[in-house]
């Protein structure tokens, strides 16, 4: 793609994006670990809306086992929405695959 008609096509660009934004922070994605024990769910905009424990995790004796589970799970799902992301930003950006759009990056 030329930059120069790219740089005549920014608002469109930025009106490409605040959709995207919009739409992401209606979906959410789930990460799990600990084979589905632990479940953490975050929308589009990065942010946690809940997690769930598998009572079984829950062993008074073992915080840190369940800590490091809950950790594992956010991470899945941070990975999940980011690949979300480049999945949707991918056909917007063209060849420019690798350009960091702001308010994307995690």
């Known amino acids: 793609m030329n930059p120069f008609e790219m740089v005549k096509n920014l608002k469109n660009i930025e009106s490409q994006v605040k959709t995207m934004k919009d739409e992401l922070a209606k979906t959410s994605v ?10 953490v769910t975050i929308n589009g905009s990065f942010e946690l809306l809940s997690i769930k424990i598998d009572p079984i ?3 008074p004796r ?4 369940l800590q490091d589970l809950i950790v594992a799970a956010h991470h899945a799902a941070m990975e999940k929405m980011q690949e979300l992301i480049k ?10 695959s690798d350009v960091k759009i702001p308010g994307f990056n995690a």
């Open 57 to 59: 995790a829950v062993d």
């Open 62 to 65: 073992d915080v840190p086992m």
């Open 30 to 39: 789930v990460g799990s670990s600990g084979g589905g024990i632990v479940q």
């Open 87 to 96: 999945e949707k930003a991918g056909p917007m950006l063209g060849g420019f």
